[in-house]
């Protein structure tokens, strides 16, 4: 079974695992009501390193994710959600010549596959499997964006929705992509593997005063719901 980088501080915290698709995956910490309430009156931490993540680079994305999706690729520092042959698929435009696709945890192979076969019809297109590589927490709550004003030398407020900034956090290089729920600010961020467990500690030292919680997939699954 593969954990994440936040595993031991995650025993630490008490949280109750499970399996998912090869990892194991923090599930409930207190209760999924208990936690869904808190994250709605301060800021959840929920541990989304499970999710499959490819790199995609070369001059062809837009064309690979038309010939996938449909639709044209997000602009570049934006992101989009879309379904290719039914599973959910998260799409960030880092760059012009570069693109970062998310997935559930039993989707990754599926979707890596496809976007492989797709790359190899398009010429100079390379697919990276970067499931190793990337720590990923999602951050919801009504009191995220003082969080964040802690922790990140930038203005992420005048972000829109699914747009996404590469800054620091904690002085640690960081993906953030915003990704409000209907009635909550929300954000993901993307930072290496490596350091994983210092982000999260990070994060949760910061955010003690302002009601964070450790959020399990149960409650981060019923917040989702919602959105």
């Known amino acids: 079974m593969r954990t994440s980088a936040m595993y031991r501080a995650q025993q ?25 309430a808190r994250a709605r009156a301060g800021v959840g931490l929920s541990d989304l390193s499970a999710c499959g993540k490819l790199g995609v680079q070369g001059e ?46 039993g989707d990754h192979e599926i979707v890596a596959d496809l976007v492989a076969k797709t790359a190899d019809t398009l010429g100079c297109v390379h697919v990276t499997d970067l499931s190793a590589a990337f720590a990923v927490v999602d951050l919801v709550g009504s ?34 992509l915003r990704a409000d729920h209907p009635r909550l600010p929300a954000y993901r961020v993307l930072v290496p593997r490596e350091y994983g467990d210092f982000v999260w500690r990070t994060l949760m030292d910061a955010g003690h005063d302002l009601g964070l919680t450790p959020v399990g997939a149960a409650a981060h699954a019923r917040l989702g719901a919602e959105a």
């Open 60 to 105: 062809a994305i837009e064309a690979l994710v038309t010939k996938l999706t449909g639709r044209p690729a997000p602009e570049v520092g934006a992101a989009s959600r879309e379904r290719v042959n039914g599973a959910p698929l998260l799409i960030a435009h880092l760059a012009a010549d570069e693109l970062l696709v998310l997935t559930a945890p």
């Open 12 to 36: 630490a915290l008490g949280a109750r695992f499970r399996d998912d698709a090869g990892w194991k995956v923090a599930d409930v910490y207190t209760s999924p009501d208990d936690e869904v």
């Open 143 to 176: 009191r995220v964006g003082a969080l964040l004003e802690r922790l990140v030398p930038i203005d992420l407020s005048a972000l829109p929705a699914l747009g996404l900034v590469q800054a620091e956090l904690a002085r640690v290089h960081a993906v953030i």
